[in-house]
């Protein structure tokens, strides 16, 4: 499956649970930030399979968030990228820090 299948999928489940198109952005970035909270605790604890599931899970919240704005995840990330592709930096203790 690809990741715009997933997407569809995820979208089209939000619409049975009723989540769109009425969700607030808000209270889905609320849902987002509990998911990063779960990958935190994932990584601190080096689990692969719940680090797995937080990502798939951040990636749903996401979805949902983006359509609430009538956009799409591949559109988002395109976005992203065009802006950082042309970025420079550096890896300081294991982050990259873009020039200013």
């Known amino acids: ?42 990584i601190e604890t080096k689990n692969l399979a719940e680090v797995k599931d937080a990502l798939g899970d951040i990636f749903v919240t996401l979805a949902i968030q983006a359509k609430l704005w009538d956009l799409g995840m591949e559109e988002c990330v395109e976005h992203a990228y065009n802006i950082i592709k042309k970025r420079t930096g550096k890896m300081v203790n294991g982050k990259f820090v873009k020039d200013s």
């Open 1 to 42: 499956m690809t990741l715009n299948e997933s997407e569809n999928l995820i979208i089209l489940w939000a619409h049975n649970k009723g989540i769109l198109p009425d969700g607030q952005p808000l209270a889905q970035l609320e849902k987002t930030e509990e998911e990063v909270a779960e990958l935190r605790e994932a």
